[in-house]
């Protein structure tokens, strides 16, 4: 094959391949939604399995608290993970 058709075979499959486009920022309202929907999932996420524990032991708020404790940290976590630490801030 010559050199002329391969740069013609080239850039056939160049004009089939598709072209990405830039991946931009999330708003900054984007941004605070997102947040926001992860804060309130972990929060429902820790009142159910706390529920459900204080309800298999018999023991009404005390692994409610702990569960809501658990899932604040695990929240602020991924939330620092997510934004904070992957900004370079």
């Known amino acids: 094959m010559d050199h002329k058709k391969q740069q013609d075979i080239q850039a056939r499959i160049d004009n089939l391949t598709p072209k990405k486009a830039p991946l931009s920022k999330p708003s900054r309202g984007s941004a605070a939604f997102n947040i926001a929907i992860e804060m309130v999932a972990g929060m429902i996420v820790g009142v159910i399995i706390g529920l459900f524990f204080d309800n298999l032991f018999d023991s009404k708020p005390v692994f409610l ?22 900004n370079g801030a």
């Open 65 to 86: 608290i702990i569960c809501l404790i658990l899932a604040m940290v695990a929240a602020f976590r991924s939330i620092w993970n997510k934004n904070i630490k992957k």
